[in-house]
């Protein structure tokens, strides 16, 4: 038997869709053999992850990682290792960044400064406009990012024909579209008769101008031209009753469609405007309780494939300004896994289904290759979590620049405490401590 670089040894692992007592070897940056301890090959050192539970490196698919002209809101650096903290191994940034990413050479670049400061692997969107279709050809993003409705930074797409035009193209390129879907007519209309007015509105209007049917009908809308182009197209943070009803729908037609949700959709409603504000404006917005149990009635019956952060930072000055300046986004890297772990400890999930949800599906959705699952042949990313701590969430404490949650004060049990990365150790005992990121690889 081969000798591996290191074993971890002393932990339960997922494996095979349950957690088994059992060691993991580790050559190369790669998983070699998941055996009993007694079982495994003679290595050079023991990672020991004694009473920790070790899940597959957690997958974020959407991720606005800012940089360029927006560092003082995140960057590669900081961004990554609030990945890190969070357990988070890979993630997919979007590219409606400043400026955009709707080019082949923008597309390059952004993706060599990620190189340069990305301590996660990665892979990055190109961005859909009106007239960019050649474009999204390029073998180099990991899918193709079409915003229906507008959001933060400028790309939109409007027309139905141009939207045709990008899933037909996307089907050409092979590549998922991953769609923003609200309806911009509806937006527009709404918020032009609301600034009529002059005067500042209770922050809860974002979710009136932004209302469950400007939702539904846009994911309408782009299953529609799913259907007639044969594209694969991955819907964005559903938030909506009516939305779901329409990819349930859909997935009994035997369409390609696929849709996440997040965090903030799962553990926030309306009702939170009430303590803080424009700080919690974004988009899609947070909807009515009743829509938040549908998300979590959806998810348990596995309607939703994945959660996904939707990691969206902005600083407190910006944020806390009223309704007309205040952009929308909320940070979440270093909450989403313990939020979902603390729903396990509260047994409305199970462990396997989290790590469908944030590690299995994710990879199986994008194609990543060689992630998602603790198999023999698969890149060593590990994420260590002591299921039971319990902790208090303090936005002054994390990683991201922006410095501030959504969940600020929440006491949850479940906490990721190292993180892995092809057989490297980025994260421990709180800290980053190294680690270089690569670019994800496509099956």
Same mark, same amino acid.
């Given at each position: 038997?081969?000798?591996?670089?290191?074993?971890?040894?002393?932990?339960?692992?997922?494996?095979?869709?349950? /957690?088994?007592?059992?060691?993991?070897?580790?050559?190369?940056?790669?998983?070699?053999?998941?055996?009993?301890?007694?079982?495994?090959?003679?290595?050079?050192? $023991?990672?020991?992850?004694?009473?920790?539970?070790?899940?597959?490196?957690?997958?974020?698919?959407? !991720?606005?990682?800012?940089?360029?002209?927006? @560092?003082?809101?995140?960057?590669?650096?900081?961004?990554?290792?609030?990945?890190?903290?969070?357990?988070?191994?890979?993630?997919?940034?979007?590219?409606?960044?400043?400026?955009?990413? $709707?080019?082949?050479?923008?597309?390059?670049?952004?993706?060599?400064?990620?190189?340069?400061?990305?301590? !996660?692997?990665?892979?990055?969107?190109?961005?859909?406009?009106?007239?960019?279709?050649?474009?999204?050809?390029?073998?180099?993003?990991?899918?193709?990012?079409?915003?229906?409705?507008?959001? =933060?930074?400028? #790309?939109?797409?409007?027309? =139905?024909?141009?939207?045709?035009?990008? &899933?037909?193209?996307?089907?050409?390129?092979?590549? =998922?579209?991953?769609?923003?879907?609200?309806?911009?007519?509806?937006? @527009?209309?709404?918020?032009?008769? #609301?600034?009529?007015?002059?005067?500042?509105?209770?922050?809860?209007?974002?979710? !009136?101008?932004?209302?469950?049917?400007?939702?539904?009908?846009?994911?309408?809308?782009?299953?529609?031209?799913? @259907?007639?182009?044969?594209?694969?197209?991955?819907?964005?943070?559903?938030?909506?009753?009516?939305?779901?009803?329409?990819?349930?729908?859909?997935?009994?037609?035997?369409? #390609?469609?696929?849709?996440?949700?997040?965090?903030?959709?799962?553990?926030?409603?309306?009702?939170?405007?009430? +303590?803080?504000?424009?700080?919690?404006?974004?988009?899609?917005?947070?909807?009515?309780?009743?829509?938040?149990?549908?998300?979590?009635?959806?998810? /348990?019956?596995?309607?939703?494939?994945?959660?996904? =952060?939707?990691?969206?930072?902005?600083?407190?000055?910006?944020?806390?300004?009223?309704?007309?300046?205040?952009?929308?986004?909320?940070?979440?890297?270093?909450?989403? /896994?313990?939020?979902?772990?603390?729903? *396990?400890?509260?047994?409305?999930?199970? /462990?396997?289904?989290?790590?469908?949800?944030?590690?299995?599906?994710? +990879?199986?959705?994008?194609? &990543?290759?060689?992630?998602?699952?603790?198999?023999?042949?698969?890149?060593?990313?590990?994420?260590? *979590?002591?299921?039971?701590?319990?902790?208090?969430?303090?936005?002054?404490?994390?990683?991201?620049?922006?410095?501030?949650?959504?969940?600020?004060?929440?006491?949850?049990?479940?906490?990721? !405490?190292?993180?892995?990365?092809?057989?490297?150790?980025?994260?421990?005992?709180?800290? *980053?401590?190294?680690?270089?990121?690569?670019?994800?690889?496509?099956?």
């Amino acid at each position: 038997m081969a000798k591996a670089d290191f074993n971890v040894q002393g932990g339960r692992i997922f494996y095979k869709g349950e /957690l088994i007592e059992a060691g993991i070897a580790v050559q190369d940056g790669k998983i070699i053999k998941v055996a009993k301890s007694a079982s495994l090959p003679t290595a050079g050192e $023991t990672v020991n992850a004694k009473g920790l539970v070790i899940l597959p490196g957690v997958i974020d698919v959407h !991720v606005h990682v800012r940089d360029m002209s927006q @560092k003082t809101k995140e960057d590669w650096t900081t961004a990554s290792h609030a990945a890190a903290a969070g357990g988070i191994t890979t993630i997919l940034a979007m590219p409606n960044t400043s400026p955009p990413i $709707t080019t082949a050479r923008a597309l390059k670049q952004y993706k060599t400064i990620a190189r340069k400061k990305s301590v !996660v692997d990665y892979g990055v969107f190109i961005g859909a406009t009106e007239t960019n279709t050649r474009e999204l050809t390029t073998s180099e993003s990991c899918g193709i990012k079409l915003a229906m409705g507008s959001t =933060t930074g400028n #790309l939109l797409v409007e027309k =139905t024909e141009k939207m045709r035009s990008i &899933l037909e193209t996307s089907v050409k390129a092979g590549k =998922t579209v991953v769609v923003h879907a609200e309806d911009e007519e509806m937006i @527009k209309k709404r918020f032009l008769a #609301l600034k009529k007015r002059g005067r500042e509105p209770p922050p809860k209007i974002h979710s !009136v101008i932004r209302d469950p049917e400007a939702a539904r009908i846009a994911v309408s809308r782009a299953i529609r031209l799913s @259907k007639q182009t044969n594209a694969k197209i991955h819907i964005a943070h559903v938030s909506t009753r009516g939305e779901l009803i329409e990819i349930v729908n859909a997935k009994k037609d035997g369409l #390609l469609v696929s849709c996440e949700v997040t965090p903030h959709h799962l553990f926030l409603s309306e009702k939170d405007y009430d +303590a803080k504000s424009h700080k919690l404006k974004v988009n899609p917005p947070l909807r009515s309780r009743s829509d938040v149990s549908a998300a979590w009635g959806a998810l /348990l019956e596995g309607i939703i494939d994945c959660v996904a =952060t939707d990691h969206a930072p902005h600083v407190l000055e910006d944020k806390e300004q009223d309704y007309w300046s205040s952009p929308s986004g909320l940070p979440g890297l270093e909450t989403m /896994l313990p939020l979902m772990l603390d729903s *396990v400890n509260k047994s409305m999930l199970s /462990l396997a289904h989290v790590a469908d949800l944030v590690c299995t599906n994710p +990879a199986k959705i994008f194609r &990543l290759k060689n992630k998602g699952k603790i198999m023999e042949g698969f890149d060593a990313d590990l994420t260590f *979590v002591d299921l039971k701590r319990e902790w208090k969430i303090r936005g002054d404490e994390f990683k991201t620049r922006c410095g501030w949650t959504p969940f600020e004060g929440r006491i949850v049990s479940g906490k990721p !405490v190292k993180t892995m990365i092809r057989g490297a150790i980025v994260f421990e005992d709180g800290d *980053v401590v190294g680690g270089r990121g690569r670019e994800v690889q496509f099956k």
